[in-house]
């Protein structure tokens, strides 16, 4: 499980985090809602290590990780998909899926199969270079280089952006049966509420660097939730 207990985050003067607290457990899908510029990629930065908290702490599965680096936690069992994918477009898409071994004990360096068959169009692609794939191939393969390293926390930076729909469908269905597995935590972040709301278990609307508007999906009321992502 992931805890992350009031935490700030500043880059210098500017705070671009205030107070967050957001839970998310295996099986599940905690969704982070909010237009541009309100801080999600900021607390996906935070999480992953990528930049220092001001202030709180951030858990994974009861040990405190907040003052880890980045590779310490990707050890830990900690996977991102970037904003824009960030594939190595020189690498062919094998060599892409492979940079994944890297927080892996040798022994475990291999393609889980779970990657091919959740993403059938890698495995008839492995020699072409990732730069040559479209924008929804080459997000089918940052979730795959994701899964390669088996982690226990899979953060997602809205994977649906630009990509067309039937790309967003096979993304949902990965989404879904890998929670099926009950065995990885997802932290979603979307602008799209209907995505968000077909996947997720929990619900964190953000505004101006805070939380502003939570929820589970049994308790939800889509017109509060609409209303807060209107703000």
Known sequence: MLEVNGIDLHYGAAQALRDISLKAEPGKVTCVLGRNG?????????????HP????SILLGGTE???LPTVSRARSGIAFVPQGREIFPLLTVEENLETGFAPLPRDERSVPDDVFSLFPVLSSMLKRRGGDLSGGQQQQLAIGRALVMRPKL?????????IQPSIIKDIGRAISYLCGL???A???VEQYLDFASELGDHFA???????VY???KSTMDEGALKRALAI
């Open 53 to 56: 908290v001001s202030k709180g």
């Open 65 to 67: 990780i907040t003052s």
């Open 214 to 216: 939570g929820c589970d």
């Open 205 to 211: 609307v953000m505004e101006r660097g805070s939380i």
């Open 186 to 188: 997802i932290v979603l």
């Open 182 to 184: 009950g065995e990885m």
């Open 38 to 50: 309100v801080g999600k990629t900021s607390l996906l930065r935070a999480i992953v290590g990528q």
């Open 154 to 162: 899979l953060l997602l930076d809205e994977p649906t952006e630009g």
